[in-house]
């Protein structure tokens, strides 16, 4: 089973979420999603089919000018200023 935590520890990881945090930018009112596989991190438009057996890890999106608010599982949020 893939874990949150493991995707977390991941060399890749925030450069991932650096990247998701980015392209919503830059894409306001998409959503970025970071994907884990269990080897590899993966960053997608959320309109875009997820790598073959992924799970979500967290999704970026514009909250307001300088605000992308970064989703998690279990309602957790962590909003990345301008």
Known sequence: MLKDVDAFAHPA???GRATAVRRAR???GECCTV???GKAIFVRMSVAAPPPNSKVV???QVWDA???QVRFDGAHS???KQ
Do not use: H
Request: glycine fraction near 0%.
């Open 26 to 28: 830059e894409n306001p």
């Open 35 to 37: 994907y884990w596989d």
């Open 78 to 80: 962590e909003w990345v």
């Open 13 to 15: 990881y925030e450069a």
């Open 58 to 60: 967290c999704i970026a």
């Open 66 to 68: 300088n605000t992308v």
